[in-house]
């Protein structure tokens, strides 16, 4: 499920969720680029992607400061059968 982010972060609480994450790479031209995540949840109940996996061989994560554009939440279509 594709979420936009709103200011940085996602627009409700939803913690511990697996994710794809996108953002600005530090790579020069500053495209986009796909890392994995982990939806988490402030105290203050914000929600927001702690980037665990970045395929790049330097794994930089993303541009410090720049938002994150979307995340793809990792979810089952019908929990019950898994």
Do not use: K, Y
């Not at 105290?43 to 979307?70: I, K, N, Q, R, Y």
């Amino acid at each position: 499920m594709r979420i936009n982010f709103i200011d940085g972060a996602i627009p409700f609480a939803m913690g511990n969720v697996p994710c794809v994450v996108v953002g600005t790479s530090p790579m020069e031209g500053g495209i986009r680029q796909c890392c994995v995540g982990v939806t988490r949840l402030a105290e203050d109940g914000e929600c927001t992607v702690e980037v665990v996996h970045d395929p790049h061989p330097e794994a930089d994560g993303f541009v410090e400061g720049e938002p994150l554009v979307w995340a793809g939440l990792l979810v089952a279509r019908q929990p019950h059968r898994l």
